[in-house]
Nanobody
Framework: VQLQASGGGLVQAGGSLRLSCAAS????????MGWFRQAPGKEREFVAA????????FYADSVKGRFTISRDNAKNTVYLQMNSLKPEDTAFYYC????????????????WGQGTQVTVSS
């Protein structure tokens, strides 16, 4: 199983980025998917999750209203659109495939991607 995240980079505060996570080696449409982040010196934290069909999504309070998770099962890809970025959003962002939304919210997953760095300058 491979989960390849991309789309990270350096952006000014208030800007936007769109992360992508391309999956292979698994039946993508069977899995709820999540995005997580880890800043230096901090634990990995839940950011957003989406059900296997893409009809329902969940967000951490810190990103609600600014980030949007979506998926395209035909392309085996999950996305994270990040708007109104803040310096505190700076972190390494990971995607993951989990058993269910509850487990993803507790930062538990079957498969993890390698991650992509997001840096927001003030």
């Amino acid at each position: 199983v491979q989960l390849q995240a991309s789309g990270g980079g350096l952006v000014q505060a208030g800007g936007s980025l769109r992360l992508s996570c391309a999956a292979s080696g698994l039946t993508f449409s069977n899995y709820p998917m999540g995005w997580f982040r880890q800043a230096p010196g901090k634990e990995r934290e839940f950011v957003a999750a989406i059900t296997w069909g893409g009809s329902v999504s969940f967000y951490a309070d810190s990103v609600k209203g600014r980030f949007t998770i979506s998926r395209d099962n035909a392309k085996n890809t999950v996305y994270l659109q990040m708007n109104s970025l803040k310096p505190e959003d700076t972190a390494f962002y990971y995607c993951a495939a989990g058993a269910n939304i509850t487990s993803l919210k507790t930062v538990s997953a079957f498969y993890w991607g390698q991650g992509t760095q997001v840096t927001v300058s003030s």
